[in-house]
């Protein structure tokens, strides 16, 4: 249309203003960006470069504050726990949700019913769902616990033991986020070409073999996708972690955002959380340089 | 006799779909209907394990009316209503203009698929990097807990949502349309007001509340940036049990109560969501 307009009104003053009108478009929201998100990006490498005290500038301390990230254990502990969790976490999610999607990829009654249903944990309030979950888990009465008694088992110490904790949060994260890859995979599912698999049904092809010389590689780039968003959004995880055992018991589920929070907001130390936050945005953006160029065709959208 | 082989695996395969079809509704429901059971439980009936209501249990509505009495459960209702509301608003009205421009006009420098990543990156980067400059600058400006500055932050963080969906929208929609009404002498905003947002109404209402539930759910930055009266649920909720011990009545209404609008609201945004969370590619 812009074209389309310069070509009838061949004045350059006029083009000028074309152009001008175009960027008014979308100058207000990357003035916004520009304004809250990266001058505070800005501001926070700047804070990094400082001591704090008291909540206050103190002095310049250069990179001390990064040297810091290599020497303090409890950082390291932290990461070790985020990335057990990770690991952990989006394996489950990947292997139940695609799982669940390829056997339900079908015409079964009710599957946009199912649809609707898988919708509600990927919004459902993370805070809300870790504070639930203390109940679920509840060691004497809860019903998880009674109904692990009921079958003649014995009660899982599912919030006081350390291993237990950090399993309990891998499985409220497994509740909310299968939903997501579950949804994603069927819709890839459903817009995969089905005369491939008439073709290859003619060539009397076994079930297998066209999961494995059709469904597998046109799913490789959206199952790559939804790997690269899960393993980004959980390493970033802070609510259920909070919420169902504030880091605890000790330490054992003091996941990396909630060490940076509490280094931030409890012991003030404003300049050294800046700079585990930096470490965290490198750690997520190496994920993504691995992973997105297999995935750039999906967002190629000109 | 190979007819009967084939439809016997058939009955095995339908009953094991149909298993793992209830398993998968059970596990994801099953939580929802405990928070709803124990929030309509007499304290004395919690710990009995019964779960139908007026067959097994006498429900009852009391600790919906004590927590709903609270003023600071109030007060975190309203501030949670203010804040998501108040940011997806902000996020709509920036991003759709941008999403005309990403989806009708050709920027060259920076180029359209190089703004639309940039913009997609707000999604990507982690928020715990962002509390520092955030409660740094926020207490400078003396906006410290209050309702304002997690407008701002909940604003910015949720445009990427507008911005691919209704770049994705607007471009599947012809150009015809808007070519007509330029001849007639209509400028480029008067042809976004007047034809193109019309016809995407359904996806912008999408993309207020995917904002919206995001906003309502952020819990990082308002732990972080309210102390008192700017508290919205997530935060309310986050340690209650530490301070009152866990009594799951309360657990089950102050779950409800900060999950309800979120969940409901996503459900009328069903044909959008995907496309949303992948970040537009996926269409869904």
């Known amino acids: ?302 | 006799m190979r007819q009967n082989k084939l439809s016997s695996i058939n009955i095995l395969n339908t009953i094991f779909t149909a298993f793992a079809l209830l398993i998968a509704v059970a596990w994801v429901i099953l939580p929802f209907y405990w928070a709803l059971l124990n929030s309509i439980k007499k304290p004395a009936d919690t710990f009995s394990n019964t779960f139908i209501p007026f067959i097994q249990f006498q429900p009852t509505l009391e600790h919906w009316l004590a927590e709903l009495s609270i003023p600071e459960i109030r007060q975190a209702l309203l501030n949670s209503a203010v804040i998501s509301t108040g940011a997806a608003t902000i996020a709509v009205l920036l991003g759709t203009p941008a999403a005309y421009a990403l989806a009708r006009f050709k920027f060259i420098r920076p180029r359209n698929s190089s703004l639309t990543t940039w913009f997609l990156s707000q999604r990507i980067l982690p928020p715990v990097l962002f509390v520092i400059p955030f409660f740094l600058i926020m207490r400078e400006l003396r906006l410290l807990d209050s309702v304002l500055a997690l407008v701002l932050l909940n604003a910015t963080f949720t445009l990427p949502f507008p911005i691919i969906i209704l770049s994705q929208i607007i471009r599947e929609l012809p150009r015809e349309l808007e070519e007509a009404a330029f001849v007639d002498g209509a400028s480029l905003w008067q042809a976004l007001v007047l034809i193109v947002l019309p016809l995407v109404i359904p996806s912008l209402v999408a993309s207020w509340i995917i904002c919206m539930a995001f906003a309502w759910n952020e819990f990082l930055f308002a732990l972080s940036l309210t102390t008192k009266s700017a508290i919205p649920m997530p935060v309310i909720i986050a340690g209650a049990e530490h301070t009152r011990g866990v009594q799951f009545w309360f657990v089950g209404v102050r779950t409800i109560l900060t999950l309800l609008v979120p969940t409901l609201f996503a459900l009328l945004a069903q044909r959008y969501i995907i496309r949303g969370l992948t970040l537009g590619a996926v269409k869904g």
Do not use: C
Not at chain 1, 2 to 17: C, D, G, T, V
Not at chain 1, 132 to 142: D, P, R
Not at chain 1, 199 to 206: F, I, L, T, Y
Not at chain 1, 229 to 250: A, C, M, N, Q, Y
């Open chain 1, 1 to 302: 249309m812009n074209e389309a307009l310069s070509q009838s009104i061949p004045s350059r003053q006029i083009h000028k203003q074309i152009k001008l009108d175009n960027r008014l478009f979308i100058i207000p929201a990357v003035i916004w960006v520009l304004a809250f998100s990266i001058f505070p990006l800005l501001y926070a490498l700047y804070t990094s470069l400082f001591s704090f005290r008291f909540g206050r500038i103190n002095e310049f301390v250069g990179l001390y504050n990064f040297v810091r990230l290599f020497n303090d254990a409890n950082l390291h502990s932290g990461l070790r726990i985020t990335l057990v969790f990770v690991i952990v976490s989006v394996s489950v999610q990947m292997v139940l949700g695609f799982g669940l999607a390829l056997l339900l990829n079908r015409d079964i009654l009710g599957r946009s019913l199912l649809r609707t249903i898988m919708i509600l944990p990927l919004f459902a309030t993370p805070v809300a769902i870790g504070y639930l979950s203390i109940t679920i888990f509840y060691e004497q009465n809860g019903p998880v616990n009674t109904i692990i008694r009921s079958l003649g088992g014995s009660g899982i110490p599912w919030l006081s033991n350390p291993f237990w904790a950090l399993v309990t949060v891998i499985l409220v994260d497994i509740w909310q986020w299968t939903p997501f890859v579950f949804l994603v995979s069927l819709a890839a599912l459903q817009a995969l070409p089905d005369d491939l698999y008439e073709a290859a049904k003619v060539d009397g092809a076994s079930g297998w073999s066209m999961f494995r010389y059709i469904t597998l590689p046109l799913m490789t780039p959206i199952l790559t996708l939804i790997l690269l968003l899960r393993l980004v959004e959980s390493f970033k995880v802070f609510d259920i972690p909070t919420s169902l055992t504030l880091g605890g018991p000790g330490r054992a589920t003091e996941v990396y955002s909630l060490f940076t929070y509490r280094t931030a907001m409890r012991f003030f130390d404003h300049g050294y959380a800046a700079a585990q936050g930096f470490l965290l945005l490198i750690i997520v953006s190496f994920i993504i340089v691995t992973l997105y160029r297999r995935i750039i065709t999906n967002y190629e959208t000109e």
